[in-house]
Nanobody, 119 residues
Framework: VQLQASGGGLVQAGGSLRLSCASS????????MGWFRQAPGKEREFVSG????????DYADSVKGRFTISRDNAKNTVYLRMISLKTEDTAVYYC?????????????WGQGTKVTVSS
């Protein structure tokens, strides 16, 4: 499974962004998908995950109510809608795929897309 993330950029605090992660594999719909992030000087952390069907989602406490994960299996793409962005959301965001779930460790990682939130 190859994953290509996009959509990062520079945004002011309070703004919004939508990240996308496209898969080139034909088995995208067989994998749970997720997003992780790594802020400067910090370890990579789980942000959000979504089940194969999209019927189950999970979020880190720090993003609940602000971020929404979704997937379109017909387009082999997973999205992360981010609103009310805070400076502490600044990080490189990575999409990931897991055969059962994305925790504790995904099976596949995409490259990161950088999100910078300015004050």
């Amino acid at each position: 499974v190859q994953l290509q993330a996009s959509g990062g950029g520079l945004v002011q605090a309070g703004g919004s962004l939508r990240l996308s992660c496209a898969s080139s594999g034909r088995t995208f719909s067989s994998y749970a998908m997720g997003w992780f992030r790594q802020a400067p000087g910090k370890e990579r952390e789980f942000v959000s995950g979504i089940s194969v069907s999209g019927g189950s989602t999970d979020y880190a406490d720090s993003v609940k109510g602000r971020f929404t994960i979704s997937r379109d299996n017909a387009k082999n793409t997973v999205y992360l809608r981010m609103i009310s962005l805070k400076t502490e959301d600044t990080a490189v965001y990575y999409c990931a795929a897991g055969a059962k779930w994305v925790l504790p460790e995904p099976d596949y990682w995409g490259q990161g897309t950088k999100v910078t939130v300015s004050s």
